[in-house]
């Protein structure tokens, strides 16, 4: 069984709508945040934590992940579910942010992109087949055509040539994905250009899949930007599919797209400002490592019912990171994630009974972005 | 309630024997190995993962606590065991072991040791009154006495003299300190001259302690010659109380321990080579980061039953170590210290039955040091 989304309410105020996305290994209650497990682990952190947060869906990395293990390796483990031990569902990005993000180091032409490893400089070529037999090898429940993003800002033509190659590929990519109950999502890009956005839209939900991605945003244009974009381009997606916002993770950019129809969002930001001490809380974000924490014996945050806020202060917790002690980030990544996991799940909760409009006034009456 | 000792069993082929030592935090099965927990946690994992893999009381370090965050800010917090969230037992050592290893930037003197911090260079002055100062707020269920640790190889007035700072300061300590529930144990130093541990187990027993500890061993001598001092010190230390040998964590050192009379250990060094790669298995260590476990999918130990041998392969661990992720350094120190906690409780079986001699002869048949 492939994922199968049902969208189950939508909100009279905005776009905001809530559904639940089936795969074979689990059910995913939409809007979702999904945390990054780049190299097979969501840094610091196990999968019994993950599951005691909350979280209901990891994304892997196709591109760090065929360089290290390689993909052959985790097929052989028996795939990416059994190799990490998580059994819940995953989903597998196509490698194509990674290598076009490897300035110096890629060489991009119709037929694929050539890349140096950032480990040890080896040469690779992805192709979108070669990209679908490593995302089938994983194993994923669901996984991402390997599409072209365009950097921001970026000339027009340049744009419009990753749009097209983003069609083209994602047609090769249905072509070459076969797999029994892996899902695979088409990626719709075109920067923050409308034409190329809506020419991109039509081209990929012409080719039919079953999920629908946003790439191309996230990649240093401002928020309302950001905003702007995806009000026009998430109506050109069909209403009965998800769509997964790539790479956007910020409490209050998720607010935000979940109020312009937004499923599914993944993001590093959670867990990598948890390594450097920063948590977030309903007022903003938090800098734990500041001084003025040092004798401060209350937990993160007061109302939060995550592992760390039920036992450890934040002064502990400054110390912690301070000695740079694992235990440290392993309590702020744990916070982080499970504050995103119940923003969803709150804001899922609004949109159940109609008042999404009024919890995303409240939050942003309090948060300061 | 300070820690009382009750003597259960003696081997009689060997000078073996199980005991228990009662606490106010609980009761902790002797022989027993202590994890260490220098700086408010034992690195990379949760207290909950402690009590998990069994351990039964852990360590913490006087001098690291005293400068990061300041005993008197663990006091604030309540104390060392709710500052980091272990209900459980907790020894402090003293600090001497520390600012003694810190060659050039330390000046010993009859009053005490003065010794610059290795974080910020700063002066600080550590005498018996206040080692036991800190060890006091700090909280913990037993404290060690402030000694002069000789190293080796060193000469016997340098060996001399700290037998009887340790003495005179052990004696300063015992005047010194006053709390409710905390044990004070006194040490015995002597190198490994035995005219000089003759006079230093006379000088610290006639004080009276509810626990004894062997120091100034495990600092560079060879292994047969640590065995021989332990031969002729730990007959000269009552019977009816527990007997701690300092530093001391391989498994061919525990065994002989234990074989000996030492119902205490401590050591960095399952969690120090956890952090390097390296876990113990019954035929000794495996350097897991080797090349040869690349596609090695069994777990690090079939028969051990430790959460990282339950739930992954050698194969995951040695890609998490080789990629820097935290997650594969706690698999390997929850499992060396599992194993450490489980060779304990076997030998404490093996004694029960009075089959320790058995159980080190087959030990040692096939742990290779």
Redesign the interface.
Known sequence: MPATYTLIKKDTETAARVGVLQTSHGSIHTPVFMPVGT???V????PEELKDLGAEIILGNTYHLYL??GHD?VA???GLHK???WDGPILTDSGGFQVFSLNDLRKISDEGVTFRSHIDGSSHFFTPEKVMEIEMALGADIAMAFDECAPYPCEIKDVQRAVERTATWAARCKEAHRHSYQALFGIVQGGTIRELREKSARDITSLGFPGYAIGGLSVGEPKPLMYQVLDYTVPLLPEDKPRYLMGVGSPDCLVEGVARGIDMFDCVLPTRIARNGTVFVPEGKLVIRNAEY??D?SPIDENCSCYACR???R??IR??I??N???G??LTTIHNLHYLVDLMKNIRLAIGENKFGEFRREFFARFKV
Do not use: D
């Open positions: 190299q097979a682990t840094k610091t952190i196990s290290r293990p390796l052989e483990a028996g190799f990490m031990h040092a004798r014996f036992n450890y202060s002064a502990y110390h912690l301070k000695c002690e694992v235990l980030i392993r």
